[in-house]
């Protein structure tokens, strides 16, 4: 069973960094685009940035510049550094996957979700 765990969050002030990691565990054959998502309090949710596998980028155009996306094909993880951040920020943050993976005996290709993890930019 495949199982994205996020980790990373907390209570920040503005103007100061964080970084989320989500790290994917289980039968997994490979790993395609990776992505953070957030959703505010009575917000829908919205993409933040991706990557490829290959190690393409993209991004939000409100955190463009202060956010970073990145991956470690090796440990199966995706970052997220955030920079300069605004009380705009405080959402709950959630990493996605596209895995290729064992489950139940099949071979199947699949978007995985981690459970959220609370980020807070407030003095």
């Known amino acids: 069973q495949v199982q994205l765990v996020e980790s990373g969050g907390g209570l920040v002030q503005p103007g100061g960094s964080l970084r989320v990691s989500c790290a994917a565990s289980g039968s997994i054959f490979s790993i395609y685009g990776m992505g953070w998502h957030r959703q505010a309090p009575g917000k829908q949710r919205e993409l933040v940035a991706s990557i490829t596998s290959g190690g393409n980028t993209n991004y939000v155009d409100s955190v463009k510049g202060r956010f970073t996306i990145s991956r470690d094909n090796a440990k199966n993880t995706v970052y997220l550094q955030m920079n300069s951040l605004k009380p705009e920020d405080t959402a709950v943050y959630y990493c996605?996957?596209?895995?290729?993976?064992?489950?139940?005996?099949?071979?199947?290709?699949?978007?995985?979700w981690g459970q959220g993890t609370q980020v807070t930019v407030s003095s």
């Open positions: 996605n996957a596209d895995i290729t993976s064992r489950t139940g005996g099949r071979v199947v290709t699949d978007r995985y």
